[in-house]
């Protein structure tokens, strides 16, 4: 399908609530995303106003043989939301919250969690597990995971959520849960947008404590930082547990342990007790309002994301047991120039807390994210490709470990390398497929149906 094709009429365009835009502003922004790496134009954009728009576009997809992507935030790195010559649904238009409750709320996929963290705080409600970047969409996160510091306690975002709506592949609008045809709720968690469409869904909500008392623990080596790692994962005397590789101003890495516990006055965390057995060099204790904690890093991307720079990122899910001899030498490997400035996180989930087939993680009971979070300052094609390439040896090095990747980076796969990625999981993967989107036009930006 071409624009011409699309403004002559040669394919004439249902009727819709909401618009099908063709304007050159919306294509450049649908064809681009966070990473700034890959650029596939579409044809069209929709902005729906109705879910029916989104069942509209796909059974019209489905007759034509045009793939369609969804866009919520555009905050993929690699391509993952784009689709050559087809159809953009931006979710963004569809973001209502539609109820709050004491323990769950129910959302369009378009609601950016810092609008439904806002919203449900006003009730003394919060989302159990939150991502470091707050901007980002639910039906983006759902469809990749969503993993954050409470993640040591409450699993994936996809792991709190009771149901959700979908539009199939083929056109069907569907209520799915543990319940309800869960075959469909299973595969669309975490399901990389290859199966459904989520317009809505109903999440978890927990009560929500006012203050965030952080605790940032520093260490010489990953194998201190891991060790304290662990052993606070538990005890669990942290509700947020994250930690990242920081480089030192004469050169060298230093670790660093992130904690939080979560509290409301006159209920105050006890330092000593907080800090006993642990082993830092260095300890340093903030305290921020609990939103202002989850919203610490909105402004800086906000900031990033103006400068347009490519982050060829990477994301491995380790097992515990080759966890710091991987670190350590991925490290020692590491140069300023291969992270231009931006994070490396490494800290530990417990396998049990992650429930999601389709996410797929090592066969280990804790399971370390350890994550490059790459720059390239300034922007250079060559530079990108060079750590596409850094990124698929590490990758590599990773798989033959047992590790896995968490499907938001900049890795280089194959069809081939994704039937690996979801192992046991592929034959239900295709059978998904072929139930669910049996024509692929969902989401070719994750190419994993892709030859
Ligand atoms: C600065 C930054 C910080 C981040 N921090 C974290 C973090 O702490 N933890 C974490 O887990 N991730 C993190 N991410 C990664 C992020 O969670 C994923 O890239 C997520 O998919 C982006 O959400 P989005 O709304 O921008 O989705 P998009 O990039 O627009 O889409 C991502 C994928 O989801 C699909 N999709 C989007 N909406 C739907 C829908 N409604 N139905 C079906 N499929 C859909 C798209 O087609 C695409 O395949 C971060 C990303 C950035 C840029």
């Known amino acids: 399908m071409t624009a011409t094709d699309a403004s002559t009429g040669a394919v004439r365009i249902p009727g819709l609530d909401g618009e099908l835009v063709v304007d050159p502003e919306a294509l450049r922004e649908a ?14 954009v929709l902005r729906p106003a109705s879910v029916r ?7 019209f997809a ?70 470091d970047y707050i901007g980002l969409s639910v039906g983006g996160t759902l469809s990749v995971g969503g993993i954050g510091g409470a993640s040591s306690k ?65 260490y ?14 538990a005890d669990g ?5 994250e930690g990242q590789v920081v480089p030192l101003d004469g050169g060298g890495w230093s670790y660093l342990l992130e904690g939080a516990v979560y509290y409301t006055a006159p209920n105050q965390p006890h330092d000593p007790e907080v800090l006993a057995g642990l082993h830092p060099i260095d300890t340093e204790i903030v305290e921020l309002p609990y939103f202002d904690w989850l919203d610490r890093i909105t402004e800086i991307v906000d900031e990033l994301t103006a400068l347009r720079l490519p982050n060829p990122w990477i994301n491995l899910f380790l097992p515990d047991a080759g966890t710091d001899d991987y670190v350590a ?21 417990p396998r049990a807390r992650l429930t999601r087939p389709f996410v797929r993680v090592p066969d280990s009971e804790t399971v370390f994210l ?69 024509r692929r036009v969902l989401n070719p930006g994750q190419r994993i149906f892709e030859d």
Not at 53 to 59: E, F, L, Y
Not at 93 to 104: F, K, N, Q, V
Not at 175 to 200: H, K, N, P, T, W
Request: with cysteine; net charge positive.
């Open 62 to 131: 489905n007759r034509h043989g045009i793939a369609v992507s969804v866009r919520g935030q555009g905050h993929s790195v690699y391509g993952q939301a784009q689709v050559r010559a087809g159809i953009v649904v931006d979710s963004r238009t569809l973001a209502t919250i539609h109820r709050i409750g004491p323990d769950s709320a129910v959302v369009d996929a378009g609601v950016r969690w810092t609008d439904l963290i806002r919203a449900s705080l006003a009730i003394g409600r919060t989302s159990p597990v939150n991502t």
């Open 329 to 349: 030498r991925a490290v020692a490997e590491l140069t300023p120039a291969d992270t231009g400035g931006g994070p490396v996180l490494l800290y530990p989930v």
């Open 154 to 218: 409450h699993g994936l975002q996809v792991d709190t959520v009771r149901e959700l709506e979908v539009v199939t592949g083929d056109g069907r609008l569907v209520r799915c849960s543990e319940r309800d045809d869960r075959e469909l709720f299973r595969a669309v968690l975490g399901g990389l947008g290859q199966f459904a469409i989520i317009v809505r869904a109903t999440v978890g909500l927990v009560p929500a404590e006012t203050t965030a008392r952080t605790y940032r623990l520093s």
């Open 53 to 59: 728009d989104i069942v509209t576009v796909v059974r």
């Open 31 to 44: 064809g681009a995303d966070y990473g700034q790496i890959v650029h596939r134009r579409p044809v069209a």
């Open 237 to 241: 005397r942290f509700d947020y547990l």
């Open 370 to 438: 350890f994550a490059v979070l790459r720059m390239v300052l300034p922007p250079d094609p060559a530079e990108v490709d060079r750590l596409l390439r850094v990124n698929r040896t590490l990758y590599e090095r990773a798989r033959d470990l047992g590790a896995t990747q968490y499907a938001i980076g900049a890795i280089p796969m194959t069809n081939r390398d994704w039937a690996r990625h979801f192992g046991e999981e592929w034959p239900a993967v295709e059978r998904a497929k072929a139930r669910f989107d049996p």
């Open 220 to 233: 010489p080596t990953v194998e201190a930082l891991t060790a304290d790692q662990r052993r606070v994962l």
